[in-house]
């Protein structure tokens, strides 16, 4: 298990489970914040076929992070056989508004706002 | 003699129901540490906001409606205190600060800071690519490009219009020889 956090965040790549999962608040300050997590990410796509990414309980990103994302989905886009789950939740605003946009990078992925 | 850019409109004070001001030195501590408050200060702006938006715990839409505006202003307000934050010109006399005005059907955010000329460029550029492209085809255009590049520049404003609807303005002006940006967005409520 790979694990990374600070006081306001936690990101939680779990290989066994074949899925990472985001809690908190992320307003890191711009792409070089958020490496550790994209490096993570990056992992998680390296070790698997398909992966699920938990952000239900992911508050806030600001537009930095959805670059993380970004980056992140086209990854997982340029793996050969790569199956990407997200999961999100309806009730939190900024994923009704802008999760749809990494469908628009992946059209294979899926997503399910709960 | 100010330079306008997109939908700017001023705003007279005796116009809006109900506003709130934040102001800020840009030098008084190093930006690292000041960081956290661009956060503390937006969830603040969007929860001040609350009030004139209550909830009936009997009626869903109205709890929606709420949480979206909180969530909304305080996404808007971060995000225009990062780039204030990133770009303003620290040893200049303007301070950084945005105004949050509520109106019957709008909230018009006002955040101004002081900017080098190199950065005024550079913004002028970006903002003039917005005007001359169209605002969802750049979003995914710069999207693509920040898996390439590691930069997240302009997706703030892109990610306000593509998801929030928002209406973008600028004003630019030269006092006692510093550049001045005010950048203002509106959302319908």
Same mark, same amino acid.
């Given at each position: 298990?790979? @694990?990374?956090?600070?006081?306001?965040?936690?990101?939680?790549?779990?290989?066994?489970?074949?899925?990472?999962?985001?809690?908190? @608040?992320?307003?890191?300050?711009?792409?070089?914040?958020?490496?550790?997590?994209?490096?993570?990410?990056?992992?998680?796509?390296?070790?698997?076929?398909?992966?699920?990414?938990? !952000?239900?309980?992911?508050?806030?990103?600001?537009?930095?992070? @959805?670059?993380? !994302?970004?980056?992140?989905?086209?990854?997982?886009?340029?793996?050969?056989?790569?199956?990407?789950? @997200?999961?999100?939740?309806?009730?939190?605003?900024?994923?009704?508004?802008?999760?749809?946009?990494?469908?628009?990078?992946?059209?294979?992925?899926? !997503?399910? !706002?709960? | 003699? &100010?330079?306008?850019?997109?939908?700017?409109?001023?705003?007279?004070?005796?116009?809006?129901?109900?506003?709130?001001?934040?102001?800020?030195?840009?030098?008084?501590?190093?930006?690292?540490?000041?960081?956290?408050?661009?956060?503390?200060?937006?969830?603040?702006?969007?929860?001040?906001?609350?009030?004139?938006?209550?909830?009936?715990?009997?009626?869903?839409?109205? /709890?929606?409606?709420?949480?979206? /505006?909180?969530?909304?202003?305080?996404?808007?307000?971060?995000?225009?205190?990062? =780039?204030?934050?990133?770009?303003? =010109?620290?040893?200049?006399?303007?301070?950084?600060? /945005?105004?949050?005005?509520?109106?019957?059907?709008?909230?018009?955010?006002?955040?101004?800071?002081?900017?080098?000329?190199?950065?005024? =460029? =550079?913004?002028?550029?970006?903002?003039?690519?917005?005007?001359?492209?169209?605002?969802?085809?750049?979003?995914?255009?710069?999207?693509?490009?920040?898996?390439?590049?590691?930069?997240?520049?302009?997706?703030?404003?892109?990610?306000?219009?593509?998801?929030?609807?928002?209406?973008?303005?600028?004003?630019?002006?030269?006092?006692?020889?510093?550049?001045?940006?005010?950048?203002?967005?509106? /959302? &319908?409520?």
């Amino acid at each position: 298990m790979n @694990i990374i956090e600070d006081e306001n965040y936690k990101v939680v790549y779990e290989p066994d489970q074949q899925s990472v999962i985001f809690s908190g @608040i992320l307003r890191l300050g711009g792409m070089a914040e958020y490496a550790p997590i994209v490096e993570c990410l990056e992992q998680a796509v390296a070790e698997n076929t398909e992966l699920t990414l938990s !952000l239900k309980a992911l508050e806030f990103l600001n537009s930095s992070g @959805i670059a993380m !994302l970004s980056k992140f989905v086209i990854s997982a886009r340029n793996k050969e056989d790569f199956e990407l789950n @997200i999961v999100g939740s309806s009730d939190i605003t900024w994923q009704g508004k802008s999760l749809k946009n990494l469908q628009r990078l992946m059209p294979a992925l899926s !997503l399910n !706002l709960e | 003699m &100010s330079e306008i850019f997109g939908n700017y409109c001023e705003v007279t004070p005796e116009e809006s129901a109900e506003h709130m001001c934040l102001s800020f030195k840009p030098s008084s501590v190093p930006i690292k540490q000041r960081w956290r408050n661009n956060g503390l200060s937006a969830d603040f702006l969007g929860d001040y906001l609350t009030t004139f938006f209550p909830k009936n715990n009997n009626d869903p839409a109205s /709890i929606k409606k709420q949480a979206s /505006i909180r969530d909304a202003a305080a996404y808007i307000a971060n995000e225009l205190l990062e =780039n204030a934050m990133k770009y303003s =010109n620290e040893n200049g006399k303007i301070p950084n600060s /945005i105004d949050l005005t509520l109106m019957e059907d709008k909230l018009i955010f006002t955040e101004i800071n002081g900017i080098n000329t190199a950065q005024e =460029n =550079n913004f002028k550029s970006f903002i003039t690519e917005l005007e001359n492209n169209d605002p969802d085809k750049l979003f995914m255009q710069r999207l693509e490009e920040s898996a390439m590049t590691d930069s997240s520049s302009g997706l703030g404003y892109l990610t306000m219009i593509n998801d929030y609807q928002a209406v973008l303005g600028w004003k630019f002006d030269d006092i006692n020889g510093e550049h001045k940006v005010t950048t203002q967005v509106v /959302i &319908s409520i």
